[in-house]
């Protein structure tokens, strides 16, 4: 079997995120479509990733891909790698059956891809800057899904806060709850810059991984009165690292919304989606086809010590 070219996350956990983001957009755009004041939606993805994510042995389309089986009328992806920019364009043209318009961004230089039907613009540009021009420069009738899927320290406080001020829109965040908690003790100094870029400079130190979640959600959404909610993502064999998931809105039913997924059976989707995956794989897809079994709570234990999808909270 040829190694995966796609970018290789965190296991289960990477395909419960996608699982969470497909499950909460079909009824986000249904809600929409009925407000007359909305112009149009955007998906706006900071962090777009390859278009696949290569888990537990197998290509899973992440969140690129997914937003593309949704009905918004445009798509903006930004990503800063250049490798990773060049091979999700790859992907999205083989996905859309066309081929992309390439060139550079006037203002910046920076590489971009481009297909008018179905509208997406893909950018080879780090996110603070882009997204930020979008949220300045685009109609603001526009009414935004924006996915903040960063690694570690790379999405300013300061975008987040333009972002809510800008309003109109719903945001899902990959907070990585263990980096904020290992680089915000009082021995790692040498990370307090990025520390207080991220999360501003009364960041708190020494608190625990709670805390640092709880800060964010009360000190940036919060005092934009913004309402948000937030699960955590991890293993429960796998201490190593924990991320959280907050999503935020000004809307009480979107909150609603978000709590009926994130308390639903999500061990049970993660494994439905290997599974499907996988078989897909078997018939032919991107020439996988010699998978390890699909692991069980009897085996639960992955070589790179990842817990099994059995063991997913």
């Known amino acids: 079997m040829a190694e995966s070219q796609h970018y290789s996350g965190g296991g289960d956990k990477t395909v419960a995120k996608t699982v969470i983001l497909n499950k909460y957009l ?7 479509s009925a407000q007359e004041w909305v112009d149009q939606t955007w998906y706006v993805d900071t962090h777009a990733g390859t ?55 006037d203002e910046t230089g920076d ?14 540009m780090d996110c603070n800057e882009g997204v930020s021009w979008l949220a300045d420069k685009g109609r603001q009738n526009a ?18 806060e333009q972002l809510c001020r800008r309003g109109n829109m719903d945001i899902l965040f990959n907070f990585q709850t263990e980096a904020f908690y290992r680089n915000g003790q009082e021995a790692a100094e040498h990370a307090h810059e990025k520390m207080a ?3 501003g400079e009364d960041f708190p130190r020494d608190a625990t991984e709670d805390e640092y979640v709880e800060f964010y959600q009360e000190e940036v959404f919060g005092e934009l009165n913004w309402l948000s909610a937030s699960r955590k993502m991890m293993s429960t064999g796998d201490n190593d690292w924990r991320y959280d998931l907050i999503f935020a809105s000004q809307s009480d ?6 709590g009926d997924i994130y308390t639903s059976d999500l061990q049970n989707d993660v494994m439905a989606e290997i599974r499907r995956w996988r078989k897909e794989s078997d018939g032919g897809q991107s020439g996988l086809g010699s998978f390890v079994e699909l ?7 992955e070589d790179d010590g990842q817990s099994s999808i059995g063991d997913f909270i």
């Open 26 to 32: 079909k009824p986000y755009l249904s809600i929409l």
């Open 51 to 105: 278009g696949f994510t290569h888990e537990l042995g197998v290509d899973i389309p992440g969140s690129a891909l997914r937003a593309l089986n949704h009905n918004f009328d445009r798509f903006y992806y930004y990503e800063k790698n250049e490798n990773h920019f060049d091979l999700l364009v790859e992907t999205l043209e083989d996905e859309v059956g066309q081929t992309f318009d390439k060139g550079v961004i």
């Open 111 to 124: 590489r971009r891809a481009f297909c008018e039907d179905p509208r997406i613009m893909v950018m080879n």
């Open 143 to 160: 009414h935004w899904f924006t996915f903040v899927d960063p690694e570690k320290f790379s999405v300013n406080r300061d975008l987040m």
């Open 197 to 199: 870029r991220n999360l």
């Open 253 to 258: 039913l979107a909150l609603d919304i978000i």
């Open 295 to 301: 692991p069980t709570e009897e085996n639960t234990q």
